[in-house]
C-alpha cells in the first residue's frame, strides 16, 4: 500500500508520448535516432512499437504519409532536431498537398536558448518553420500535456481535409516526471477522430438532378475516393448509374481497370466531350488541366463553357476553386455516396442511363487505342524500351493483383500508369499532387510495413531512385517483400544529351553508362538481377513475387526510348522539345 513517505510511482515524458500513441492504435514509427530521441526509439521498441529506422529522414516521413493514406490513420514520423526536422518536412509538406494523415514528431532544443537564439545544438526555431508548411502544428511544453497534444495531432491530421500535422517536443520534456496516476489520467484516447461529415440534403439533390439531366455524363475519381475506403458505395454508384468513369492515377484499382465502364483508354474523348462531370475526391488542379483550356475542349470547342461540374468533396473550401462548381457536395465522401446512391435507388428504374451514342463513341475509341496499345506492348525490340518492360509488369501486376506497385520518374512513372492495370483499391501508391521525385523507397517500406503483407513492387526512373535509394538497405535489415525494379535509360528522362560546349562534364540529364544498380542490393544481402530481355525481367520479378526476398532488378532501358518530362513536356518552360533542348538561352 502507498503510503505518504513512499515516493509515487512516477512515469517520464518519454513513457507518455509513446503511451498517447499506443493507447490511440498507433503502433509503428517511422524514424532516425539521434539526441534528443535516441531513447524515444529504443523505449517505443521495448514497449512492443515496430520501429523502422530509415537512413534519411525524408524517406521515413514518405512511409509515415503514405502509411497514413492507406490506413486512415496518421503515420508517424519520429526525427531529431534541426537538420532531422529539415529532412522530414519535404515529406510533411509533400503529405499535406496529397491530403494524407501524418505526424511528423520531432525533437527540438532549449526553447530559452531558441529563443533568445544563443546557439544551442540544432537550434531551430522549428514550429515557427513547420507552421505554413502543414494543417497543424504543436508544440508540448509540460509533460502533463503530451496527452492533449497527442490528440490534438491525431485530430487534426485525419479530420476533415486529412494532412500533415507538426509536433514539436523540446528534449526537456522527454526528462520531465510525474505521477504515474496522473500521467495515465493525462492521456486521451480520441473518440471519434474521424467523424463522419453528412452532406446537405439539398446539396445532394442538385448533384442528383444535375446528374439526370446530363446527356453525356462522367465520373472522374480521385486519391480522396481511393482513401474513404467506401469502395462497394463508389463501386455501386458507378454501376447503377452506368455513367463511364475515369480514375486519377492514385484512384486506379478503386474499381478494376479492366471495368466495362472504365473510359480511361478514351480520356482525351470524355474530358472535351462530357457535358456533366462528377468529381469525387479529385480536385481540378493541373493534373486535370484545371478544369478548362485545351484538354477540356478549348474555345471554339461546341461544348465549351457549357459543361457542368459535380464535386464531392470534404473541403468546404475546393469548389469553384479552378472552374464553377454547378452542384457541390461537401462532406465525407462515404457518407455523399451513400446518400448520392439514396437518391439514385429512389428513382428505381427511372434512372436514366447515359445515351447509347455517348458509351458507343467511348468504347469504339476505347478498343481503337487498347488494340494499338496491344500491338506496341506485343513488339520485342533491342534493348528493351519502356513498353516491352512494363508488358512484363502488366502481367505480373494481373496475376498478382494484391501487390503494392510502388512508381516514380519520368517516362517510368507515365508508362506505368497508362500500360499497367491495377485491380484493387489503394495498390497503386506513386508521386502524387506534386509529381515529386524521392517517394520511392520510403512508400516501399511502407507499403512492407502498414499494408496488407502482400509483397510490393516500386517501378523506378534510375533517376527517380537515386533520391531515396540508400534505404535498400532498410529494406534488407527489416528483410521486406519489396521488388524494385530500375527502368535504367542512364539518365533523367533518357540517356543520350550531350554537353554541346564539347567539354569533359557530361550533360546535366546524363548518369554514369551502363551503372549496374543491381550490385547495390547486393551490398545489403539482398538479391540482385541485371535484366536485358523481358524474359529475364520476368523471371526476376517472379522470383521475388515467390520468395518475397528483397530484390533489386536493373533492367536495361533503351537509353533514346524516354521523351522529355514524360508526359508533361508542354509544362516545361520552353516547351522542352527535343529540338530546342540543347539551345543556349538567350
Ligand atoms: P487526385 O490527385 O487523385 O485527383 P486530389 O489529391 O487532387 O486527388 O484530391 C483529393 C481530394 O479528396 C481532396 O480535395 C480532399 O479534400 C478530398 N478528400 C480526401 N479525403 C476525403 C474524404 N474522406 N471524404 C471526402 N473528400 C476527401
Ligand atoms: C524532388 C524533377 C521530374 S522527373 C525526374 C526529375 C529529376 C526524373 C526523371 O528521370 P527518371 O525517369 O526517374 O530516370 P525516366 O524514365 O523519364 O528516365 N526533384 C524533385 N522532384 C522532381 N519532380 C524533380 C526534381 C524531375
Ligand atoms: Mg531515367
Redesign the pocket.
Known amino acids: 500500500m502507498t503510503t505518504d513517505t513512499q515516493p509515487q510511482e512516477q512515469i517520464d515524458g518519454f513513457n507518455l508520448v509513446i503511451n498517447a500513441l499506443k493507447l490511440n492504435g498507433l503502433d509503428t514509427i517511422f524514424g532516425l535516432p539521434g539526441i534528443p530521441i535516441t531513447d524515444l526509439t529504443r523505449k517505443a521498441q521495448a514497449a512492443g512499437m515496430r520501429v523502422i529506422s530509415f537512413r534519411h529522414e525524408q524517406n521515413a516521413g514518405n512511409a509515415a504519409a503514405i502509411a497514413g493514406f492507406m490506413t486512415q490513420k496518421p503515420g508517424i514520423c519520429l526525427t531529431v532536431s534541426a537538420p532531422g526536422f529539415l529532412n522530414g518536412l519535404n515529406a510533411l509538406t509533400n503529405a499535406t498537398t496529397?491530403?494524407f494523415p501524418m505526424i511528423l514528431i520531432s525533437g527540438s532544443s532549449e526553447r530559452e536558448i531558441v529563443d533568445l537564439q544563443q546557439g544551442d545544438y540544432e537550434e531551430m526555431d522549428q514550429l515557427a518553420i513547420a507552421k505554413p508548411l502543414c494543417k497543424a502544428a504543436f508544440r508540448v511544453l509540460h509533460a502533463e500535456d503530451i496527452g492533449i497534444g497527442v490528440a490534438r495531432a491525431i485530430r487534426a491530421a485525419v479530420s476533415g481535409?486529412?494532412g500533415g500535422v507538426y509536433l514539436d517536443l523540446p528534449a526537456k520534456l522527454f526528462a520531465q516526471t510525474m505521477d504515474a496516476a496522473a500521467g495515465r489520467n493525462s492521456l486521451i484516447k480520441v473518440v471519434d477522430p474521424?467523424p463522419r461529415?453528412i452532406p446537405a440534403p439539398d446539396a445532394v439533390n442538385r448533384a442528383i438532378e444535375l446528374l439526370k439531366g446530363a446527356k453525356r455524363p462522367l465520373i472522374?475519381?480521385?486519391?480522396?475516393?481511393?482513401?474513404?475506403q467506401a469502395d462497394a458505395d463508389i463501386r455501386a454508384l458507378v454501376e447503377k448509374t452506368g455513367i463511364p468513369y475515369l480514375p486519377?492515377?492514385?484512384?486506379k484499382g478503386l474499381l478494376p481497370d479492366t471495368h466495362p465502364q472504365s473510359a480511361a483508354a478514351a480520356r482525351s474523348y470524355v474530358l472535351p466531350e462530357a457535358d456533366v462531370v462528377m468529381l469525387i475526391?479529385?480536385?481540378l488542379?493541373w493534373?486535370?488541366s484545371h478544369g478548362k483550356g485545351k484538354t477540356w475542349g478549348g474555345k471554339g470547342h461546341k461544348a465549351w463553357g457549357s459543361q457542368k461540374f459535380v464535386q464531392?468533396?470534404?473541403?468546404p473550401q475546393?469548389a469553384d476553386s479552378n472552374v464553377r462548381i454547378d452542384a457541390p457536395v461537401v462532406?465525407?465522401?462515404?457518407s455523399?455516396v451513400s446518400a448520392m446512391l439514396g437518391g439514385i435507388n429512389a428513382a428505381g428504374g427511372n434512372w436514366p442511363k447515359p445515351s447509347a451514342d455517348w458509351l458507343g463513341a467511348i468504347s469504339e475509341r476505347k478498343d481503337k487505342n487498347i488494340a494499338k496499345m496491344g500491338e506496341t506492348l506485343a513488339k520485342n525490340p533491342t534493348p528493351m524500351n519502356f513498353h516491352s518492360a512494363l508488358n512484363v509488369m502488366r502481367d505480373i501486376i494481373k496475376t498478382n493483383p494484391d501487390a503494392y506497385l510502388v512508381n516514380e520518374g519520368a517516362n517510368a512513372l507515365d508508362f506505368t500508369r497508362s500500360i499497367v492495370d491495377m485491380y484493387k483499391p489503394r495498390k497503386r501508391l506513386d508521386v502524387?499532387?506534386w509529381g515529386v521525385m524521392g517517394i520511392g523507397m520510403g512508400f516501399a517500406v511502407a507499403a512492407a510495413v502498414a499494408g496488407d503483407g502482400s509483397p510490393v513492387i516500386a517501378v523506378e526512373g534510375d533517376s527517380a531512385f537515386g533520391f531515396s535509394g540508400m534505404e535498400v538497405e532498410t529494406i534488407c535489415r527489416y528483410n521486406l517483400p519489396v521488388c524494385v525494379v530500375i527502368m535504367n535509360n542512364n539518365g533523367v528522362y533518357r540517356g543520350t544529351d550531350v554537353n554541346p560546349t564539347g567539354g569533359p562534364d557530361v550533360a546535366p540529364t546524363v548518369f554514369v553508362k551502363n551503372a549496374r544498380y543491381d550490385k547495390l542490393m547486393e551490398a545489403f544481402g539482398g538479391v540482385g538481377v541485371h535484366a536485358t530481355t523481358p524474359t529475364e525481367l520476368r523471371k526476376a520479378v517472379e522470383e521475388a513475387v515467390r520468395t518475397r526476398k528483397p530484390t533489386l532488378i536493373n533492367a536495361v532501358i533503351d537509353e533514346t526510348a524516354g521523351t522529355e518530362s514524360g508526359r508533361i513536356t508542354s509544362l516545361n518552360p520552353t516547351s522542352g522539345t527535343a529540338s530546342n533542348r540543347n539551345k543556349p538561352i538567350s
Not at 220 to 228: C, D, E
Not at 248 to 251: N, T, Y
Open positions: 496529397n491530403c481535409r486529412p474521424a461529415q472522374v475519381l480521385g486519391k480522396g475516393a481511393a482513401y474513404a486519377m492515377s492514385m484512384a475526391g479529385a480536385r488542379n493534373l486535370l464531392i468533396d470534404i473541403s475546393e462532406g465525407d465522401i462515404g455523399c502524387g499532387t
